[in-house]
């Protein structure tokens, strides 16, 4: 069965403490994972998608890698600003074209402390 | 950027009354829309799946005459909360999804459901 597990599922850090969090999967056939990143009451925000195994991307503090089985959000040196919900999710090889579907992890929940 | 509307982002009705929500892609043209619920604390729920012109394909559990969903154009999906209940309350987000399976999808700000 496609699955998405994330931890942490909470992690407090202080403000400049780098950290990771992590995805890790388990799917026939990878055909994206993507990371999001969610505000209390709003909806998800894009982030990063990632293909294959080896690819990295950066956006400011942030880092995405991905392995065959598991990918890491790399927080560099973090910001108050940076606490939110990270979810993590992968594309179901199940179902055609348009139809497939974002099988979810349940989020780490990160806490900046200034 | 991709940008996604939502309309109301809340509303309070009465139980048994019908609620409509829109979801609009602003900048770019969605081939296929999605809509979840989301309960407090938890991940998202995938209620339905839309393609433009097309019949919605809903989730196993998720009455599709309750929940009705339309997706008339490239940057207008519609849902339906029909004969809501106090047990419907909850954040309703849609995602827009441009005109390639393979690429992200962009959400919506939401929309608080409140039943009384």
């Known amino acids: 069965e496609d699955q998405v597990t994330q931890s942490p599922e909470a992690l407090r850090l202080q403000e400049g403490e780098s950290s990771s969090l992590n995805c890790s999967y388990t799917?026939?056939?990878?055909?994206?994972l993507f990371w999001y990143r969610q505000d209390p009451g709003k909806g998800p925000e894009f982030l990063f998608t990632?293909?294959?195994?080896?690819e990295e991307k950066e956006k400011e503090r942030l880092k995405a890698t991905l392995t065959k089985k598991e990918s890491f959000l790399h927080i560099t040196a973090p910001k108050p600003e940076d606490s939110a919900t990270y979810l993590c999710?992968?594309?179901?090889?199940?179902?055609?074209?348009?139809?497939?579907?974002?099988?979810w992890g349940l989020g780490t929940s990160l806490a900046v402390n200034p | 950027g991709a940008v996604v509307s939502q309309h109301p982002s809340w509303v309070i009705c009465k139980s048994g009354t019908s609620v409509k929500i829109e979801c609009r892609s602003l900048?770019?043209?969605?081939?296929?829309m999605f809509w979840y619920r989301q309960f407090p604390k938890q991940s998202l729920m995938l209620m339905a799946t839309?393609?433009?012109?097309?019949?919605?394909?809903?989730e196993q559990g998720v009455e599709k005459d309750k929940f009705l969903i339309n997706h008339a154009s490239l940057t207008l999906s519609t849902l339906t909360v029909t004969s809501a209940h106090p047990e419907d309350s909850s954040f309703y987000i849609c995602?827009?999804?441009?005109?390639?399976?393979?690429?992200?999808?962009?959400f919506g700000p939401g929309t608080r459901l409140t039943v009384t």
């Open positions: 799917v026939s056939g990878l055909r994206g």
């Open positions: 995602s827009a999804r441009r005109n390639n399976a393979r690429t992200e999808q962009y």
């Open positions: 999710a992968v594309r179901s090889p199940a179902g055609a074209g348009n139809n497939r579907k974002l099988i």
């Open positions: 900048d770019f043209q969605a081939t296929t």
């Open positions: 839309s393609n433009e012109g097309s019949k919605a394909t809903y």
């Open positions: 990632l293909y294959s195994a080896g």
